[in-house]
């Protein structure tokens, strides 16, 4: 197996278990028998790159995080909100002072959210 099928097989894996999916329940959620996802897992196969993107759909992350594993394509796939991901790549060329104010603001602001949800 190569190692890129065995990256694919193990963050699939991972993945599915991470939201606590069946391999029935991912097949069912991208629209494949539960036989292809756990070849796809064994690496016994490769999708082809709309059941790839299917997957990676369900799975809230990108084809190529899934394929290729980039760390940076983590972060991606977790921000639905493509505004606030370009903002906090322009925060990130930020001098390291200004980061720190961002980040206590960003603190701040959550802590007091957390706050008002525990007082209801």
């Known amino acids: 197996m190569t190692e890129m099928l065995e990256g694919f097989a193990l963050r699939l894996r991972e993945l599915r278990r991470a939201k606590g999916l069946s391999q029935t329940e991912l097949g069912k959620l991208a629209g494949l028998h539960y036989t292809h996802i756990g070849r796809y897992e064994r690496g016994a196969s490769r999708p082809s790159g709309d059941t790839l993107k299917r997957l990676a759909d369900v799975l809230g992350v990108t084809s190529d995080y899934l394929l290729e594993g980039a760390a940076d394509d983590v972060a991606k796939a977790r921000f639905e909100d493509h505004e606030l991901l370009q903002q906090f790549h322009e925060v990130e060329r930020l001098s390291d002072d200004d980061k ?16 008002q949800a525990l007082a209801r």
Request: net charge positive; hydrophobic share 50%; aromatic share 6%.
């Open 100 to 115: 720190h104010v961002v980040k206590r603001l960003l603190d701040a602001f959550l802590t007091k959210k957390h706050l």
